[in-house]
């Protein structure tokens, strides 16, 4: 398998069917409701749109529809998903690149393909990079500090991309993006994916993690990629190197990254995604408990960012995610009228 993103994107229609297609769109977000408004009627299609996560209650809501649109933020259940197979539903088309939120192998059973969507890979590119910038160059308690009007330099200085190495785990659409702006920066770039994709400098993911200052995760998750950097990679790591992580949280273990973060084993660490994020992140949690005491014991450390899985969040991104869901489902649609 590969480390890179999922292949099974959609591209984009230069023209919209003759037919009216109807989708229901769960979980929707008003940005993402707004553009699906203006976008379906180029392609002919009726969103039936809805905040409501899918599950068997909403699966009504599919009634009479052969594909669906789910989002990233909520797990798709078996119940679900038997569910929307009785109501008619046969495909699916998730608005995100991971399919870690539903059980492909499962929805194909009872008889629902599964598709995802590509996006502008330089929303998370972006994103990967200025979380480096600002670990490496200690921003947290630099702008904590400025925040309370202590404006005297830190006592710990930072340091330079073009000084360190920094390893690139998973070289699809998104870590080749990263590696094109690294090298900007003129730093050492080594990459690791079991099938290289672009003409960086590839080596195994052993050597990658004791040669790196940065280590950088752009690989889906799936069963072999659950806990990629458990304890045994961790130690294999640099004193003081620096773990981003804009993929998918559980790739890390986390109590693993705690402990080397408390140790002084590692020297940092900038996450937009986190084990146990669900039910916390796009939630207002300033007056409850957060349930999640790693990702408390996270957040209180000077060298550690964590940021609300909001990498791929740009009004680009969205507007290629919702063109390429409609794109997607049309595309199932006429293969079906066609087959």
Do not use: W
């Amino acid at each position: 398998m590969t480390y890179g993103e999922p292949v099974r994107t959609a591209v984009r229609s230069p023209a919209p069917p003759a037919a009216v297609t109807g989708i229901t769109i769960y979980g929707c977000e008003p940005d993402e409701a707004a553009l699906f408004r203006e976008m379906a009627p180029r392609f002919g299609v009726v969103p039936t749109i809805t905040d409501a996560a899918v599950s068997e209650t909403t699966s009504e809501l599919a009634l009479g529809r052969r594909c669906i649109s789910v989002g990233h933020k909520t797990r798709v259940t078996s119940s679900a998903l038997r569910a929307l197979s009785e109501a008619g539903v046969e495909y699916i088309s998730t608005r995100s690149a991971g399919f870690d939120h539903i059980d492909v192998g499962y929805a194909e059973r009872v008889g629902i393909s599964v598709g995802n969507v590509a996006y502008s890979p330089d929303s998370v590119a972006d994103y990967t990079l200025m979380l480096m910038l600002m670990v490496v160059r200690n921003a947290k308690s630099v702008l904590r500090r400025a925040e309370v009007h202590d404006y005297r330099l830190s006592e710990v200085r930072g340091k330079e991309l073009r000084d360190l190495t920094v390893g690139v785990v998973g070289t699809g659409r998104i870590g080749a993006a990263v590696i094109d702006r690294l090298r900007g920066f003129g730093c050492q770039t080594l990459a690791y994916d079991s099938r290289p994709q672009t003409s960086a400098d590839y080596v195994p993911l052993d050597d990658l993690l004791v040669q790196s200052d940065i280590v950088t995760l752009h690989t889906p998750l799936t069963a072999e990629t659950h806990h990629l950097l458990d304890r045994r990679r961790i130690e294999q790591m640099r004193r003081g190197a620096v773990v981003v992580n804009t993929g998918r949280g559980p790739l890390l273990d986390t109590e693993a990254l705690v402990l080397a973060l408390e140790s002084g084993k590692l020297g940092g660490a900038a996450l937009d995604v986190v084990e146990g994020e669900e039910g916390i992140f796009y939630a207002d949690c300033r007056d409850k408990p957060l349930g999640s005491e790693a990702l408390v014991r996270l957040q209180r450390m000077p060298n550690v960012l964590i940021s609300p899985h909001t990498a791929y969040y740009t009004d680009h991104a969205l507007s290629d995610t919702v063109e390429n869901c409609l794109v997607n489902c049309l595309t199932f649609e006429s293969g079906k009228q066609h087959g």
